[in-house]
């Protein structure tokens, strides 16, 4: 690594509920620099589920990215010409960025008419701890487990 690490900045929180949180999973959702239609996603999908649950959508999607972030991760490492996967913990900004990437992508995946309806679909399985996004994260922590035998190989 050359020069100085760049320092971290701190997200301001979004134009509506002022949560720095929302504002990256906006950020995330985010295509081609159109981060009014991302809003328009996000808020979309909060509106349903405020609809749906009668509660603060804010709390639903904390509650949702705590059963969908990873505590467990493998990462690759060689040793002596043979790559081992070797479990490790998951620091607490990347747990939220693999949380958000992986209830975005399991909402893609859903089958409905909009991403507001399917983003707001996969936020509610993921709270009630269903939901492709919370199965990726048993996948990563079973896989974690599995490859315990080789956690002597951490740095």
């Known amino acids: 690594m050359r020069g100085k690490q760049a320092p971290k900045r701190k997200k301001d929180g979004d134009t509506k509920y002022n949560d720095p949180n929302i504002a990256k999973l906006i950020c995330y959702i985010m295509k081609d620099g159109k981060k009014s239609i991302a809003q328009n996603i996000v808020y979309g999908a909060f ?15 904390n509650k949702a990215m705590k059963k969908v972030a990873p505590l467990l991760e493998t ?11 070797v479990p490790s913990q998951v620091r607490g900004n990347r747990r939220f960025i693999l949380g958000c990437r992986w ?17 707001a679909a996969e936020i509610l399985d993921a ?12 996948d990563v ?9 080789f956690a002597h ?3």
């Not at 509106?47 to 999607?61: A, G, L, M, S, Y």
């Not at 709270?127 to 048993?138: C, I, S």
């Not at 922590?141 to 035998?149: D, G, P, S, V, Y």
């Open 141 to 149: 922590h079973r896989m974690a487990e599995a490859n315990k035998a």
């Open 103 to 119: 209830m975005i992508a399991a909402a893609d995946a859903r089958k409905a008419h909009g991403m507001g309806e399917k983003l």
């Open 47 to 61: 509106e349903i589920i405020k609809k749906e649950t009668k509660q603060d959508p804010r709390h639903v999607f």
């Open 127 to 138: 709270a009630q701890g269903l939901g492709a996004a919370v199965k990726k994260r048993e």
């Open 75 to 85: 990462r690759s490492k060689r040793v002596g010409g043979a790559n081992f996967q």
């Open 153 to 155: 190989f951490a740095r």
